[in-house]
């Protein structure tokens, strides 16, 4: 059992709110999920010359501004923005030529997602310590997808908790059990596809992201999702511009939609979305199983 959820702002001048609003539906998530918590949230983008990274870092000394000095005698204009044990990377540099390189000389160093609009922040603990601890009251943005994690398949640590990425600026929350994550772990290694986790949600991730890599648009990705998957799930997914949501041919995992002029706010339960402004006016459904929903900015 875990919690997700997601908010996409479209009223322009509420976006400052973001964090603001999406900590209280967070943190309701709590008893679906007490081990870890994420966000991913989308931001403007950088400049078509700038690639941004999400970094995270065990070890509460190393040194970031050593690493951003460093990389200034490497890459083209980079800064680090540090919070806590995560940081983001923004440079004038192609992502995988960084990210090469950081593997190379930092492997304490994690990345965790390659872009120019989404961030990603995730840690082990309760929810509303995670948001204390990197600040989710003050994001502002577009739209993001959160998680609360209560692991049944594999330990409890940053690298499973959620969300998960793939390619540039796309990522996906789960929740349910996939019960033949390692049958589609090895059909993507044969396919040269490389794995950070031992977590049932990275098989689907890489698996879906693999599919776009293909050619499949996402709906396409999603209906052959149902034919290989075995086990039950809700995905939420977030991409540059755009927020989707799936559930499985059975539905058994919940899942409530809330939309309004202002906003479309998505949880495993209506208590997350019960303080938001303008709740009392807003459409909310139970979306259909096997049925794609998706929501552009």
């Not at 840690?123 to 994690?149: C, K, M, N, Q, V």
């Not at 959620?162 to 396919?191: F, M």
């Not at 991730?205 to 209906?223: K, M, P, Q, S, V």
């Amino acid at each position: 059992m875990c919690g997700i959820v997601g908010l996409l702002i479209k009223t322009p001048a509420l976006r400052r709110r973001l964090g603001e609003w999406a900590v209280p539906m967070l943190v309701g998530m709590t008893e679906r999920g007490p081990d870890s918590a994420g966000l991913a949230v989308f931001r403007q983008p950088a400049s078509q010359s700038m690639c941004k990274l999400s970094l995270y870092c065990a070890d509460d000394r190393f040194d970031w501004r050593l690493l951003e000095n460093t990389l200034a005698t490497r890459f083209n204009k980079p800064e680090v923005e540090r919070h806590a044990s995560h940081a983001v990377l923004t440079a004038a540099v192609e992502p995988h030529e960084v990210r090469a390189w950081l593997t190379s000389q930092y492997p304490q160093i994690h990345v965790l997602c390659a872009g120019r609009a989404m961030d990603v922040y995730k840690d082990i603990g309760l929810p509303a310590e995670i948001a204390r601890r990197y600040a989710f009251e003050t994001l502002s943005g577009t739209h993001l997808i959160g998680h609360t994690r209560m692991a049944t398949e594999s330990a409890v640590t940053p690298e499973n908790a959620h969300p998960y990425t793939a390619g540039e600026d796309w990522c996906l929350v789960h929740n349910g059990s996939l019960a033949n994550p390692y049958s589609i772990k090895r059909l993507l290694q044969r396919r040269g596809v490389a794995f950070e986790s031992d977590c049932d949600t990275e098989a689907a991730c890489r698996y879906i992201a693999w599919r776009l890599e293909e050619g499949d648009n996402l709906e396409t990705a999603l209906h052959q999702a149902f034919e290989d998957f075995d086990g039950f799930f809700t995905f939420l997914m977030g991409t540059v511009d755009q927020l989707a949501l799936v559930r499985d041919p059975i539905a058994c995992k919940p899942a409530i939609v809330a939309e309004t002029d202002d906003y479309v706010a998505i949880a495993s339960e209506f208590r997350s979305l019960a303080h938001l402004q303008g709740i009392q006016h807003a459409q909310v459904f139970e979306p259909k199983p096997a049925e794609i929903y998706s929501w552009s900015i």
